[in-house]
């Protein structure tokens, strides 16, 4: 079983950084891409950005371009999503995920964390 743990969520000014971590268990974290979803108030959970196992190759969506980094540390089985420039569109619940491939593809993650909620606000 893989258990994923996000934490680092808050409430921030719009223009404010935040940085998100996932602690994973329960399998060979340095085998697998990894990567970040989110829900907005009414909307379906969307890609944000992933990580491939070496931690060489990311990918995000246009949206956070530019404005998010997701990095990854093998030895401490946590990945990361570091949120700059924030805008009140980037409120959400943002979920970690898993791949059950060291390559991030445009598919469905097979593991999901519980979430942790982002509010951008003035």
């Known amino acids: 079983q893989v258990q994923l743990q996000e934490s680092g969520g808050g409430l921030v000014q719009p223009g404010g950084s935040l940085k998100l971590s996932c602690a994973a268990s329960g399998r060979t974290f340095s085998n697998y891409a990894m990567g970040w979803f989110r829900q907005a108030p009414g909307k379906e959970r969307a890609f944000v950005a992933a990580?491939?196992?070496?931690?060489?190759?990311?990918y995000y969506v246009d949206s956070v371009k530019g404005r998010f980094t997701i990095s990854r540390t093998n030895a401490k089985n946590t990945v990361y999503l570091q949120m700059n420039s924030l805008k009140f569109e980037d409120t959400a619940v943002y979920y970690c995920?898993?791949?059950?491939?060291?390559?991030?593809?445009?598919?469905?993650?097979?593991?999901w964390g519980q979430g942790t909620q982002v509010t951008v606000s003035s």
């Open positions: 995920v898993g791949y059950s491939s060291p390559y991030y593809s445009n598919r469905s993650p097979d593991y």
């Open positions: 990580i491939e196992w070496s931690g060489h190759s990311t």
